[in-house]
């Protein structure tokens, strides 16, 4: 079955530094989507990735889609405290119902 | 109501009870799925909803879970003689498009079922 993979598992930065976190598809993927989830909380959706090798920013994020549909990055430049989550990718095979959520990046900032 | 809206928020069952998980998803919403989240996991997709027609219940992990959305709105998870392993919260989401198309999915805060 389809399987999303992240990593790192977890990560600890200082204040200000970059964060990355790197999702992989076992499968092909028609679109990825990434969600943040805050300690306690519920995932809320980030950003929606459709076409092969498409970069997207947010203000201080920026996800791509890889060229073969199989992998994406989110990375986060000088992070601050309100970054501090669990960071998902989901993805969705060509055809299917269902939206796969990767094992998930926790993200902690140290001020 | 404005968001995605689930109950109970908490949930105690001895092993072995019944227990029912209500989604009330946000209005005009076509396509409602419930996931199960473990304690540090990612969420795992249990089944999804387009209307009111269960399209894939794949991920349903036994045949004690059950899942119905009748009029194609409110959408109850139920588990039958529940075990232990089927602590986690239970995510139901909602996204406005359809089969086939992407569109965000919009949470709710979860139904935190334990079993003791």
């Known amino acids: 079955g389809q399987q999303v993979m992240q990593i790192p598992q977890y990560q600890h930065v200082q204040e200000g530094e970059d964060f990355t976190t790197y999702c992989n598809s076992s499968t092909t993927l028609s679109n990825i989507q990434w969600y943040k989830q805050r300690p306690g909380g519920h995932p809320v959706f980030l950003i929606q990735l459709v076409k092969s090798g498409e970069v997207k920013k947010q203000k201080r994020l920026t996800f791509q889609f890889g060229e073969a549909k199989k992998n994406s990055s989110l990375h986060i430049t000088a992070t601050q405290t309100t970054d501090v989550g669990t960071y998902f990718c989901a993805g969705r095979q060509t055809g299917a119902n269902n939206l796969f959520f990767g094992t998930g990046t926790r993200l902690t900032v140290i001020p | 109501g404005a968001g995605v809206s689930q109950s109970p928020r908490y949930k105690v069952a001895k092993r072995g009870q019944d227990v029912a998980l209500r989604c009330d998803p946000i209005?005009?919403?076509?396509?409602l799925f419930w996931y199960q989240q473990a304690l540090g996991q990612g969420p795992e997709f249990l089944t999804y909803f387009q209307n009111e027609a269960q399209l894939d219940k794949s991920g349903l992990p036994s045949d004690r879970f059950f899942a119905e959305r009748p009029e194609g709105s409110v959408s109850t998870l139920k588990i039958q003689r529940t075990q232990q392993e089927d602590s986690a919260v239970y995510l139901c989401?909602?996204?406005?498009?359809?089969?086939?198309?992407?569109?965000?999915?919009?949470f709710g805060e979860g139904s935190r079922l334990t079993v003791l």
């Open positions: 209005s005009g919403h076509v396509s």
């Open positions: 989401a909602s996204s406005l498009v359809g089969q086939g198309l992407t569109g965000e999915l919009f």
